[in-house]
């Protein structure tokens, strides 16, 4: 599917908090004192290690935002691959306001492209298989929207958006409600026809249970490769599996050949390293 961007709506109040957390109380003292008013300053945004590019809409508002006279042109999308010392962007415009914006722009697309990277180095391990590689709840308070768009951008899918998106049973829930079958009638009744539910469990003994309830998906915890593969095959397509806990590249490939649907990962969002982008003087 082609890489939705986010409307500016969405992305301006978190660009305008970021600028203003680092302008502070006295704004840019240091460029102030040093960069003439006129001058004039060609950049470009450079990539100082390969990988996928996300995060280019909150640049380009870091930079209008400190100057409108500033003009931002894409070279490489959102969602592309950008090789070692490939230009992402150019920037140009009034100097003091391209300096002022450079951090928090950086800061933006390094973090997102980051995420982007990890989720697409996923993707391409499990390529052979159907499964689909989806982030969690594991993100930084207040930037999840974005956080969840970098997945997207690197070939990843959503899992939910916040706990109204839909039910996740887990095991604290099957723990206060008695029993898996009292924690899905719960559920069941209390929410409409168009949430779908889906339980958490950790042993194949639970799998077996669950396969008889009104559910839509179900979770396999912790399990490994082999437990899954047999999980998988108590399900019987009955409804949509997923697999989740403590899967990295290197392992996700054996994951994905049990068959599961759907492969959650959460350090793509909580600890995925960034993708190192510098701005640099244009030639």
């Not at 209008?64 to 894409?74: E, G, H, K, L, S």
């Not at 008695?178 to 559920?187: E, I, K, N, P, T």
């Not at 950790?202 to 077996?208: G, K, S």
């Not at 249970?209 to 979770?219: F, N």
Request: aromatic share 4%; with cysteine.
């Amino acid at each position: 599917m082609p890489l939705v961007p986010l409307p500016d709506l969405m992305l301006e109040p978190l660009v305008r908090n970021a600028l203003l957390e680092d302008l502070g109380r006295a704004g840019d003292v240091t460029t102030g004192a040093m960069i003439a008013t006129h001058l004039r300053w060609p950049g470009a945004l450079v990539a100082r290690q390969p990988g996928v590019v996300a995060g280019l809409d909150l640049a380009r508002l870091a930079f209008r935002m400190m100057d409108p006279a500033i003009t931002f042109d894409v070279e490489i999308p959102d969602g592309n691959f950008a090789k070692l010392g490939s230009t992402i962007a150019r920037v140009h415009g009034p100097a003091r306001g391209i300096l002022s914006a450079e951090r928090t722009a950086l800061n933006y697309l390094c973090h997102l492209s980051g995420i982007a990277t990890a989720t697409h180095a996923l993707v391409e391990a499990v390529k052979p298989h159907k499964a689909r590689i989806c982030c969690t709840r594991k993100t930084t308070p207040g930037l999840r929207m974005i956080e969840k768009y970098a997945v997207r951008a690197g070939g990843g899918a959503n899992h939910r958006f916040g706990l109204d998106d839909a039910v996740l049973i887990k095991d604290n829930h099957i723990s206060s409600a008695g029993s898996l079958h009292a924690a899905v009638r719960h559920a069941r009744e209390a929410v409409g026809h168009l949430m779908k539910i889906e339980l958490e469990v950790d042993t194949l003994a639970q799998v077996a249970e669950a396969v008889s309830l009104p559910i839509d998906a179900i979770m396999f915890d912790n399990m490994d490769p082999v437990t899954i593969k047999k999980a998988v095959d108590l399900v019987a397509g009955r409804f949509i599996t997923e697999a989740s806990g403590r899967i990295s590249v290197d392992t996700v490939s054996a994951v994905a050949a049990t068959g599961v649907d759907v492969i959650s990962v959460g350090w793509i969002t909580h600890s995925a390293p960034i993708l190192d982008i510098g701005l640099d003087a244009a030639k």
